[in-house]
């Protein structure tokens, strides 16, 4: 049986972007996040008694992409953003279907189970999630462990010029205050410093009561200074990032432009979920009965690329910018690199438009 399946495995794995559509009908008929599971569990299946992830890779391998962005070597300029593999599980699925870049977490210092039940959302019509996770994660020392194991398994990932580049998302637990959200980060920085290649600090997610308090400019100065001084001390530096929400006003924007040149901030994130519903053709009784959460998706896609475009032009291009929000296709990637970005990342539109996004993007740019 076992030959069987490996046997008719690659053209199964070749066949699902294109049945993706049909599938992808099937996936939505279960609640949304133990469907997510069951997906990448049975897509590591298939990788493991079929092909090799680097032949794999191989239909995503486009040598004219490659690049280099705040001293990193990137395969490629599409990345999968936070929140898909909040612990680091399946690095190895992902890295076959060709992401030049996965960043892991949210993490924080302590396991946390995150909101209740259920906290995530597909409004199709939008083309869009709704998502109240609540940084749910198995702990840093868990996810440190595990990317640790995961870099030592394979002796091409002791190499310096490894291919996948891994970013280390850290965030705050819930029963932290605010005054003493510093200390986590910390944690979190140190912990994951070996099995990382750049932090991003996230205080822009809207399901952690408090934590975009944070954004502000004097609560933010206090974490990022503090982690960039623990950063100047180790022999190598990693590359420090924020995450930004798109709910800031053009006050808050420059407010973080200005400590970001001030703290010499490696790069910028735009932006996380928005707390917006506005021109959802969602029918509000299904919004209402969904509740409070981020949106992602088509509907972030205008105000995300205005944020990229704000901060290029306000900083003539000193501050390398990830772009996050509304990717589906190679025309939004280029619109997003258009607008400065220097790399990309998705989360929704992979669930929309499934495994083959990446060499669908790769091939159109």
Partial sequence: MHRVIKAYSPGLIFAIPIMYPLLRRFLFLFPAEGVHYFAMNCFRLITKIGLKKDFLKHFSHYPALRREIFGLPFTNPVGLAAGFDKNACYLDELEALGFGFIEVGTVTPKPQNGNEKPRLFRLPKDKAIINRMGFNNDGVHAVAKRLKEWKQK?????????????????????????????????????????????????????????????????????????LQAINLQQPTQKPLLLKIAPDLNWKQVD????????????GLVATNTTISREGLQTQEPKLEAIGAGGLSGIPLKVRSTEIIQYIYQKTKGLIPIIASGGIFTASDAKEKLGAGASLIQVWTGFIYEGPGIVKNICKGL
Wanted: hydrophobic share 35%; with cysteine; proline share 4%.
């Fill in 255 to 266: 407010d973080v432009i200005d400590l970001a040149l001030e703290i010499k901030l490696d």
């Fill in 154 to 226: 394979d002796n091409l990932r002791k190499r310096a010029n490894h291919d996948l580049i891994i970013g280390g998302n850290i965030g705050k637990n819930k029963s932290t205050p605010n005054e003493d959200a510093w200390k986590d980060y910390e944690i979190c920085f140190r912990e994951l410093f070996d099995g990382v290649d750049y932090f991003v600090v996230n205080v822009s997610s809207p399901n952690t009561p408090g934590l975009r308090e944070l954004q502000e400019k004097d609560a933010l100065r206090k974490i990022l200074s503090h």
